[in-house]
């Protein structure tokens, strides 16, 4: 039942880790520019959502998402960087919880989900 979905939740256990290990000076590095820790919220959830639709599409054979489907992927997806900004406030709190990391969350959700329905309708409407 699980199997097309291992990436994803492999992947999932990867975001919560590095958001909620101890990472002590490495965000004022000068290796990093300022904004570097948003580009990689965005770039880690856009993965997630990917992977997660993948797994959903090869589960339920399907060739792509409706838009209830697509919906419910986003909130899901929008909830998980919910939780994991809510565990930095009240559990990992060596890490700060910020709100524009969740926005940064669901921006790369919102590219991959938008970028998963044109290419599956593309893929749909296209002539052989």
Not at 16 to 30: A, E, Q, W, Y
Not at 38 to 64: D, E, W
């Amino acid at each position: 039942m699980l199997k097309n979905y291992w990436p994803a939740i492999l992947w999932a256990f990867f975001i919560l880790f590095i958001c909620d290990v101890k990472m002590g000076g490495v965000s004022h590095s000068p290796t990093f520019f300022e904004g570097f820790d948003k580009l990689v919220h965005c770039g880690l959830f856009f993965t997630m959502t990917v992977l997660y639709s993948s797994g959903y599409v090869k589960h339920n054979k399907k060739r792509g998402l409706s838009v209830l489907t697509a919906v419910l992927i986003v909130l899901a997806m929008v909830a998980f960087g919910g939780a994991i900004e809510l565990l930095q406030k009240y559990i990992f709190t060596w890490r700060s919880a910020d709100w524009n990391d969740l926005f940064a969350d669901t921006v790369g959700i919102c590219m991959a989900m938008f970028s998963i329905l044109v290419t599956s309708n593309a893929i749909k409407y296209a002539k052989n």
